[in-house]
């Protein structure tokens, strides 16, 4: 089983649609974890840190259910700028990052 | 503020040759970390160095070796290239030690080996 998988989409909305995604995470004892933005050819910027608690961010929200082992994001209302690859990453002990393979997002007018 | 820089921007090496990236953090920044990205993956992490000190290493072979300077500035090397080794190379700089914290990622550098 990989340490951190996402479905690879691409997952294709309309502007204005809500749109989610679900990472999953096998160590059961990753302390952190975070959604990072990458757009084409360009590098990884954080979207936002994920918290016990979950977090909003304007139109993101970001969730984190430890019981299950996954982590989700939120897009409402979603922008042509929101098109991207959206990158789950999880600190899995030692000092390791790890990130999944990504889901690309396309968001059409 | 300068953010964080990587060089050279693009770079094509030959098989069985050594290369060395450079990447200068953040000012301020004492955290460096490497990660290699192949197309259609996310970024792999290669090492993590903090106050001049390994701090976390990914599974990669021992080809790869990085250090990092008394002005936080790092450089990732590896030796007897392989086709593999082809991908782009991307910095991060954090303001402390550990992982727990945002990562400001440089805009890479990308290795072609032929």
């Known amino acids: 089983r990989k340490e951190v998988e996402q479905d690879p989409g691409p997952f294709n909305v309309p502007e204005g649609a809500t749109v989610a995604f679900n990472c999953t995470y096998s160590n059961s004892a990753s302390q952190s974890f975070f959604w990072y933005r990458q757009d084409c050819r360009k590098e990884p910027k954080l979207l936002m840190s994920v918290y016990s608690s979950g977090n909003e961010d304007g139109r993101f929200t970001a969730q984190l259910n430890r019981a299950s082992q996954y982590i989700s994001l939120l897009i409402r209302d979603s922008k042509l700028s929101d098109s991207a690859t959206y990158l789950c990453?999880?600190?899995?002990?030692?000092?390791?990052?790890?990130f999944g393979a990504g889901t690309i997002l396309r968001v059409k007018s | 503020d300068a953010g964080v820089t990587q060089s050279p921007t693009h770079l094509i090496k030959t098989r069985g040759q050594q290369v060395t990236l450079r990447c200068s953090p953040i000012?301020?920044?004492?955290?460096v970390s490497w990660y290699q990205q192949v197309l259609g993956q996310g970024p792999q992490f290669i090492f993590q160095?903090?106050?001049?000190?390994?701090?976390g290493r990914g599974n990669f072979p021992d080809r790869f070796s990085a250090r990092q300077f008394p002005n936080y500035s790092s450089e990732l090397n590896v030796n007897a290239l392989l086709l593999g080794d082809s991908a782009l190379y991307l910095c991060?700089?954090?303001?402390?030690?550990?992982?727990?914290?945002?990562?400001?990622f440089g805009p890479g550098t990308r290795l072609t080996v032929t």
């Open positions: 990453v999880v600190n899995v002990g030692g000092n390791k990052l790890v």
């Open positions: 991060a700089s954090s303001p402390r030690g550990g992982v727990n914290y945002e990562q400001y």
């Open positions: 000012s301020g920044h004492k955290s």
């Open positions: 160095y903090y106050e001049k000190e390994e701090r």
